[in-house]
C-alpha cells in the first residue's frame, strides 16, 4: 500500500488501476484495496472458486471470445473469457501432463511435479481422475476479479494483457544491473541482503 500510494501521488491521479497476477489475489488483499478505494484487476484462479460458483462457470455455453460476468459481492465481479484456441492449447497441455503421469506411475517413478498424481491412504499412488476432469472443464477459460465497473469485460481483459510489458522492463532491468535471483527464506537473511 505505501507504495501503491507513493506511485498514485507521484503520478498525481485519483483514477489509476491496480493490475496484479494472480499472485496478489487473497481475499485480505482485494479487501485492503478496496477499503483504501483503490480499483484494481486481478487474475483469478478459476480452480479454486466455491462448488456453485465453479459449476455455474462451467456449465454457461461456451463459443469462441465469449466473455461474462458475474457478481461475487457489492463491488466485486469475476469476468470469465474463453478462447477456442486458449482451449486447444489447455487440451494439449492436460494430455501431456496425462502422458507423463501414467508413464512415473508405470516407472514406479513420483515426484511432486507430477500435477495428475496423488497418494492414497494407503502409500499407492494413482492418477487423480477427478482432478483431470475439473481441469477439463475449465479448457479454455481465464479469469479476472475487479472492481472497475466503469471498464467493459474486453477492457480488462486488455489491461490485465499488458501485464506482460511490465514483466518485460522488470526482466530487461535485472539483466541491465546483472542482479542474480535471491532465495531467502529467513527474515533475518532477506533483511541482512
Not at 53 to 77: N, Y
Not at 121 to 149: D, T, W
Not at 162 to 174: G, H, N, P, T
Request: glycine share 4%; charged share 30%; proline share 3%.
Amino acid at each position: 500500500l505505501p507504495c501503491l500510494h507513493k506511485s498514485i501521488s507521484h503520478f498525481n491521479s485519483n483514477d489509476c488501476v491496480v493490475v496484479a497476477d494472480s499472485a496478489m489475489l487473497s481475499k485480505n488483499n482485494l479487501d485492503l484495496l478496496e477499503e483504501n478505494k483503490l480499483q484494481y484487476i486481478v487474475g483469478a484462479r478459476l480452480g479454486n472458486l466455491p462448488k456453485n460458483l465453479f459449476e455455474k462457470i462451467t456449465s454457461i455455453p461456451r463459443t469462441d471470445k465469449t466473455t461474462f460476468k458475474i457478481p461475487l459481492t457489492s463491488k466485486r465481479f469475476l469476468v470469465v473469457s474463453y478462447l477456442a484456441k486458449r482451449a486447444s492449447k489447455d487440451k494439449q497441455d492436460r494430455e501431456k501432463q496425462i502422458l507423463k503421469a501414467q508413464e512415473a506411475l508405470r516407472k514406479d517413478k513420483i515426484n511432486k511435479r507430477y500435477k495428475f498424481i496423488y497418494s492414497t491412504k494407503k502409500g499407492r499412488h494413482e492418477l487423480n481422475k477427478s482432478l483431470i476432469h475439473k481441469v477439463q472443464l475449465l479448457e479454455g477459460l481465464k479469469g479476472y476479479i475487479s472492481n472497475v465497473k466503469k471498464l467493459s469485460n474486453e477492457e480488462i481483459m486488455g489491461k490485465y494483457a499488458d501485464l506482460w510489458k511490465v514483466e518485460k522492463a522488470f526482466r530487461m532491468s535485472k539483466s541491465d544491473l546483472k542482479a542474480r535471483p535471491i532465495f531467502h527464506t529467513v527474515k533475518e537473511s532477506i533483511e541482512i541482503h
